[in-house]
């Protein structure tokens, strides 16, 4: 196993859509097993593909690592077949270091993807895990939280990352 680097905004990747996944062969096996190591010594609680530089449709979850309920979600070509309700929530992401902002998010969904032995599954999710696959699969439609905020919001981060660089710490 190894711990991948994760990209950053406003690194292109981010912005680029991942394409499905045709063959689970032992190179996507190696990639789940990296990401899953990276999201977990992160710490985060979901990781997409591209966020580690590769634009595939494959991402990891967990949202209680290192508690008794931990369970790691793996999914293929996700596509959210079903979505109720609204809530809103404080997002961060691993991709978009030191900022937080309320996004709002369906209430409940129905994702349905690949497990990693190629068969289909199908999540009902609410609350955080909800949260997190959206989130994670705006990830592989090229989409990042901060896409989602208003532009007056999203000037503000852009204007503090800009500062960051200019001082050069990045
Ligand atoms: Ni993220």
Redesign the pocket.
């Known amino acids: 196993m190894a711990i991948l680097h994760i990209c950053t905004y406003p690194e292109e990747i981010l912005h680029q859509r991942a394409e499905p996944i045709t063959e689970i062969d032992e190179e996507v096996v190696k990639l789940v097993d990296h990401m899953a190591e990276t999201m977990y010594s992160a710490p985060?609680i979901?990781?997409?593909a591209t966020?580690v530089g590769v634009a595939k449709q494959v991402l990891v979850a967990d949202i209680a690592p290192r508690r008794p309920e931990s369970e790691l979600i793996v999914l293929i070509n996700p596509e959210i077949v079903a979505a109720e309700g609204e809530v809103i929530f404080e997002e961060g992401?691993?991709?978009?270091p030191d900022y937080q902002a309320e996004v709002k998010r369906h209430e409940r969904i129905t994702v349905r993807g690949l497990n990693l032995k190629g068969e289909e599954v199908e999540i009902e999710a609410e609350g955080l895990l909800a949260i997190v696959l959206q989130?994670?699969i705006d990830?592989l439609n090229g989409v990042?939280?901060i896409d989602r905020l208003s532009k007056l919001k999203r000037d503000l981060y852009k204007r503090r990352m800009r500062k960051k660089v200019a001082k050069g710490q990045s």
């Open positions: 985060g979901g990781l997409a966020q992401c691993l991709s978009v989130h994670e990830h990042l939280f």
